[in-house]
């Protein structure tokens, strides 16, 4: 038998595939304060009537605000929506059908085709009459004057359908939502962060190398004298590596090697002895009130520190003795000491956050964070995260943000790209990547594609040129101009990316040819070095930090594009601020050896730019000026004298 409806068919308009939104909105999407996020939505609706939609945002619990969105192609709608407050945020896609422009459009249309609109001007008027309630009293004043004239059978329908084309109290009422068509859709979740979050350059550097002399390291006043020199070349964040006292048992020598000798200082990453465990600092470093003084002159520098967050242990970390059962044991009884062969790590053990004693050791790492976080640091780089449980990371990281939504947190994930992103999902604020081994044009293309789209909404990438474990093989085999052209790719291609000390002087000796490690890799003895070279990379480093902070364009990860370049060695990309005033076009030789050329072919009108523009860059990296007409244009980059340009569009 044929089914009855007893009632109308629910909603005509469909709003669908709302962006952005992380696993169905059980997780939220990432904003920083005072970012322009982007708002998609599928909208559509049966028939021919004409669309509207909003966007309604609003932080915490307080008022919403309405923003609205435009139509694309194929039913594809588009807004923005700016988060001013830090913590959680909501927003939701309205649509509705406006009857009102419907009835406006079909009108002209008959007048236009000479059909008669009397009866379509009274149908407006009583549209108009049924939602006049809507309006505040002087709008609907105006509105009833419009009334009388769409039903004064005096004056010429035309005029009248012109006079309801052109009023503004139609327009409001207009604008206004229609509850009897609307749909709207489920809330869906933000988090909302500060600014570094998102924007920053980060300095790496091994606090107890600066003042080291023979088997005496660094202390934290030593290493404070470095302070001014990295705030100088324009760094906003300045990260430590474990600052915890390091234990004896399994200590490694200079380069890896056991047994380590008398003098040598061991692996930071083998973290505790009977000096403390993760809430103390190593002896050798001063006490916590030096730390808190360094943190001090970082932050007079202008300069915010971050530490380690690591969470393993020395076999001589307190926390071995009074809680066995947080770590793993062999069938002897023994416990047992990190390794992901064929590389052993004896002076290192996991801890077991599967163990049966799991809340105990799950609410032991929160504290040893909200240690730090009470000493005033707010940024914490976190070690291998992927060799933890995702739980642990998002009951931790919900536990944060109850209390210290300004906390910053940066994954060390090296590690397959599903859980690089599961990751950013629940919560880190940002990511290493695989920027570090991205060398070719396509791959490099191809990869930040996928950053600034695929997974824009939710993973941040951290670009580090350089770290103690990575030394790539195109730093170690293309000399200095490599350096170079690494540093420009990484400060242009994400508003955050990092070095680590050394990267200034092209320090670039393997351990043994086909090595990613450093020979005498400061993990695991003193590195002091001459910083007053007269071939560092200071200068350059300098200068792009400053082109940084003067564009707004490279504050953004949104927004790059690439452009056509007929040599498989350059690449060409631009950089767009959200408004649209600053316009940058980034060409970058990726051979360090030799010298390139060949013509950039631009999307003008992705530039907003005709396709017959002439404009004038300034490149901002030497100050030659140049006139460009059309999309076509010649270059030439030699990496002996400069292998990028950094140009400043100017139409």
Known sequence: MPTTLRSAPVARVLVEDITPQIDGGRLPAKALVDEWVEVGADIFADGHDRLRAVVRFRSGTGPWAERALAPGDNDRWHGQ??????????????????????????????????????????????????????????????LERVLTVLRDPHRPPADRLRMAQTAPAVAALARRIDRRSATVSAPLPLWVERQRAGIGAWYEFFPRSEGAAGSRGGTFRSAARRLPAIAAMGFDVVYLPPIHPIGVTGRKGPNNTQPAGPGDPGSPWAIGSPAGGHTAVHPELGTLEDFDAFRAAAEAAGLEVALDYALQCSPDHPWVTEHPGWFRHRPDGSVAHAENPPKRYEDIVPLDFACHDWRALWAACRDVLCFWVERGVRI?????????????????????????????????????????????????????????????????????????????DFLRPNLFVNTPDILSAELQEGGRAAFALRL?????????????????????????????????????????RDWGRPDSLAPLITQVNAIRRRHPALRRLRGLRFHPLDSPWMMAYSRRSDDGDDLLLMVVNLDPWHWHEGT?????????????????????????????????????????????????LQP
């Open 600 to 648: 950039v072919r631009l999307d003008l009108p992705a530039l907003g730019l005709a396709p017959d523009a002439t404009f004038t860059l300034t490149d901002e990296l030497d100050g030659a000026t140049y006139r460009w007409n059309g999309s076509a244009n010649y270059v030439r980059l030699d990496p002996a004298t400069a292998p990028a340009h950094i140009l400043h």
């Open 488 to 528: 420009v790719l990484a400060a242009t291609l994400s508003p955050l990316y990092g070095i680590y000390s050394g990267f200034e002087l092209a320090e670039r000796e393997p351990l043994r040819p086909g090595s990613e490690e450093y020979r005498d890799s400061e993990k695991y003895q003193y590195r002091p």
């Open 81 to 142: 929506i700016r988060a001013r407050a830090l913590g959680p945020a909501t927003f939701q896609v309205i649509g509705w059908i406006d009857g009102i422009g419907t009835w406006l459009r079909q009108t002209e249309v008959k007048r236009s085709a000479g059909h008669p609109i009397e009866l379509e001007l009274e149908a407006g008027a009583q549209l108009l009459e049924e939602r006049a309630s809507e309006l505040g009293p002087a709008d609907r004043r105006k």
């Open 380 to 456: 914490f780089r976190v070690d291998n995260p992927h060799t933890k449980p995702v739980a642990f990371w998002a009951w931790l990281i919900a536990e944060l943000r109850r209390h210290h939504p300004d906390v910053v947190l940066l994954a060390e994930a090296f590690t397959r790209p599903k859980m690089m992103w599961r990751l950013g999902r629940v919560g880190f604020s940002q990511s290493y990547t695989y920027f570090t081994w991205r060398s070719g044009k396509d791959d490099l293309t191809a990869y930040l594609q996928e950053l600034t789209t695929a997974s824009v």
